[in-house]
């Protein structure tokens, strides 16, 4: 397939945006590049179906040993494989083609789940019988998922800077918010009720046909071979980029603010808990608990106009995550204030709590959409303060951060909501990144003055 030419200009600047557009998502990175266009649309249809897996694993484990612990674990185990994954998939985007790199990542990703199919199928079989299957093979599937996602997606993000325009990046940032707002709200929302209608096994199997949507983005990419010498994959060139991330003090910010947010935050490893104890509802209040925070994220998105507008992104960021920290707090405190509440808990709608649900399905909106303008000013930063032979190796970071934080998180949450409650990570976790947050940012002056307009890494 011949090489797609990158735009060589952008369309109208933001600042020629009058009226209400100015406020909503700009749609100009869809029209400049098909390129980023197919790659976005296929990534939102093929990305609903990989967060049903998510919420479906965490169901299926919970169903199997019931315990919230053993639902953290499904994210700790595949911890340091991501994050070898996430170095090196980072180095192999950077040294070969990086649409290659991307087919094969994302045909094992498909091939995984596939496999979670099997497995569910299996468990669905014994089941009848009265035993369930091993656990273990659940999470050994999950990590070779993960391992894999985490080089498609560290590939992904260093892929968006050579088909579009640089000043186009942050409304690329921003759309990409939309879409993962939608695999957010739809995945787990359909993962509830597939799991709860037609079972787990199913609800896999829906994951590995949607697959085909986004697997179409990414062979219709051009052909997107290392610009400049060719060298070798491998030690000299991690230890490359590692030392470019030593140099880089506002990019590095950017991965330990994240990762403080992600570990002390997250409540998501709670869901299956909540829904079964708690709150009632079952698989189908964990589906709405995580589509509530996609919406969050999705409304922030649609209204980002104004992010073409904000340069001082480091303090965008740390008061985006502080925010954060508020409504994670507030979730703990509703969890609390629940435990005391007179509710017999049972499977279905009719069983759930509802002004418990609905708080904390506001507490996770603010989450998302607090999340999302971090995200957005995180991932351009890197995008536009790395020079392009850089930006796989910290595209895969970034990855590690934002996927490995969350399971960091997991593991956090599912410890403590087990020696102690489950209302007391969450309330804890948000005290803790509003402070951490507050002393970082004091503390580092190169990121309370970054500056767009003159990126520094």
Same mark, same amino acid.
């Given at each position: ?32 590049s ?36 053993? !639902? ?16 090196? =998939? ?13 087919? !094969? ?58 088909? %579009? ?9 921003? %759309? ?19 799991a709860?209608?037609?079972? %787990? ?7 590995? !046909? ?18 400049g010498?060719?060298?070798e ?7 490359? =980029? ?12 950017? *991965? ?7 570990? *002390? ?5 709670? *869901? ?10 079952g ?10 925070g ?55 709608? =009719? ?29 351009t930063m ?9 930006r ?16 960091? =998180? ?47 890494p």
């Open positions: 397939m011949p090489p797609e030419p990158s735009p060589a200009s952008s369309p109208s600047p933001a600042s020629e945006r009058r009226g209400l557009s100015r406020h909503l998502v700009d749609l100009a990175p869809l029209r400049a098909p390129a980023f266009a197919r790659l976005w649309i296929g990534g939102a249809i093929s990305g609903i179906g990989a967060f049903m897996t998510q919420v479906a694993v965490g169901l299926q484990v919970y169903e199997i040993t019931e315990s919230t612990f053993m !639902v953290g674990l499904v994210g700790g185990i595949a911890l340091v494989p991501m994050i070898i994954a996430g170095l090196w =998939g980072g180095v192999i985007a950077d040294v070969f083609d990086r649409r290659r790199v991307l087919i !094969v990542a994302s045909l094992t990703a498909w091939a995984s789940t596939v496999a979670l199919a099997a497995l569910s199928f299996h468990d669905q079989h014994l089941h009848a019988d009265g035993t369930h299957a091993a656990v273990w093979p659940f999470f050994v599937v999950t990590t070779l998922s993960a391992v894999a996602s985490t080089v498609s997606n560290a590939t992904r993000g260093s892929v968006v800077g050579r088909i %579009l325009p640089a000043d186009m990046i942050s409304r690329a940032t921003a %759309l990409n918010g939309i879409s993962f707002g939608v695999m957010l709200t739809v995945g787990p929302a359909l993962a509830g009720v597939l709860a209608g037609v079972g %787990l096994p199913w609800t896999f199997t829906v994951d590995a !046909v949607l697959f085909s949507a986004g697997f179409l983005g990414i062979w219709m990419l051009p052909s997107l071979p290392r610009l010498e060719r060298v994959a491998g030690w000299p060139v991690l230890k490359e =980029g590692l030392a470019f991330l030593r140099r880089s003090p506002n990019i590095r910010m950017s *991965f330990v603010v994240d990762i403080i947010a992600m570990t *002390f935050g997250r409540p998501y490893v709670l *869901f299956p808990a909540l829904g079964a104890t708690l709150v009632g509802g698989a189908l209040t964990v589906g709405a608990l995580a589509a509530a996609a919406v969050g994220t999705m409304l922030t998105s649609l209204f980002s106009g104004p992010v073409a507008r904000v340069h001082r992104h480091g303090v965008a960021i740390s008061r985006a995550i502080q925010v954060f920290g508020v409504f994670a707090a507030l979730f703990g405190l509703t969890t609390l204030v629940a435990s005391a509440v007179e509710h017999e808990p049972a499977e279905g709608w =009719g069983g759930v709590h509802w002004p418990t649900l609905a708080v904390l399905a506001l507490c996770m909106a603010g989450m998302g959409a607090a999340d999302e303008v971090s995200a957005i000013f995180r991932q890197i995008i536009q303060a790395a020079p392009d032979e850089m796989g190796r910290l595209q895969g970071v970034f990855v590690v951060v934002v996927t490995g934080g969350p399971r960091l =998180g997991d593991m956090y949450a599912g410890a403590l909501a087990a020696a102690v409650a489950l209302w007391f990570p969450p309330l804890l976790g948000g005290v803790l990144v509003i402070a951490l947050i507050a002393i970082l940012t004091r503390a580092q002056r190169a990121w309370r003055e970054y500056d767009a307009q003159a990126p520094t």
